[in-house]
Structures are given as C-alpha cells and as structure tokens.
C-alpha cells in the first residue's frame, strides 16, 4: 500500500500563486507516473499534470505555461507551483501515482484550491 498525503491548498485570488504537496508513504517499484488531477464541482475529474520517474513532464491544455510541476525523490514528494491563478481552476486538487509493474494506481484525499476575490 501507498499513502498519499496532500497539502497546500486554500483560498487565493485571481492571479496569485499556491504550491501543492504531495508526499508519498513509500514508491513500491522504481518506474512510476506521479501527478496531479482536479475536480471541479459537476465537471469529470481531469489531468493537471504528471511527471514520469525519469523526469518526463505533461500538462493539461488548460494549465500549460501557468503551472509547473517538480519532485523530490529523496523525499518521495511531488510539488505543483501554480501561478495567474484564474477562478476556473477552482477544484479539488488529487495526487495520483501509478505503478506499471503492477498496474495500480494510489489516490490521495485531495485539497480544495479556491480562486476567488
């Protein structure tokens, strides 16, 4: 089993930035995918963005030059930096990782961003 622990959520207005943490328990098998996924109220839950175990990186349309996504494998912990924050991306925020060996996949609890004035 994976735990994923995420923080960094809140309140922001349009335009400010927040940074999502992500920390995973343990990483069961060396090649992995950890992201980001987001649900808005009524909407499908969609891809933010990923990183790939060798450092391959992919975003959603919508979040392409406003967010970046990093890693610290010596802490096992994914980041999201989002900057030009826009109501739209108002969600709850999901950390995912995914395991190819196993084909398996871990949630997180997610985090509610809110961008709002």
């Known amino acids: 089993q994976v735990q994923l622990v995420e923080s960094g959520g809140g309140l922001v207005q349009p335009g400010g930035s927040l940074r999502l943490s992500c920390a995973a328990s343990?990483?069961?098998?060396?090649?992995?995918?950890m992201g980001w996924y987001r649900q808005a109220p009524g909407k499908q839950r969609e891809l933010v963005a990923y990183?790939?175990?060798?450092?391959?990186?992919n975003y959603g349309d919508s979040v392409k030059g406003r967010f970046t996504i990093s890693r610290d494998t010596a802490k096992n912990t994914v980041y999201l930096q989002m900057n030009s924050l826009k109501p739209e991306d108002t969600a709850v925020y999901y950390c995912?990782?995914?395991?190819?060996?196993?084909?398996?996949?871990?949630w997180g609890q997610g985090t509610q961003v809110t961008v709002s004035s």
């Open positions: 343990r990483i069961i098998f060396s090649i992995y995918v």
């Open positions: 995912n990782v995914y395991f190819s060996a196993s084909r398996n996949d871990y």
């Open positions: 990183i790939t175990s060798d450092g391959r990186t």
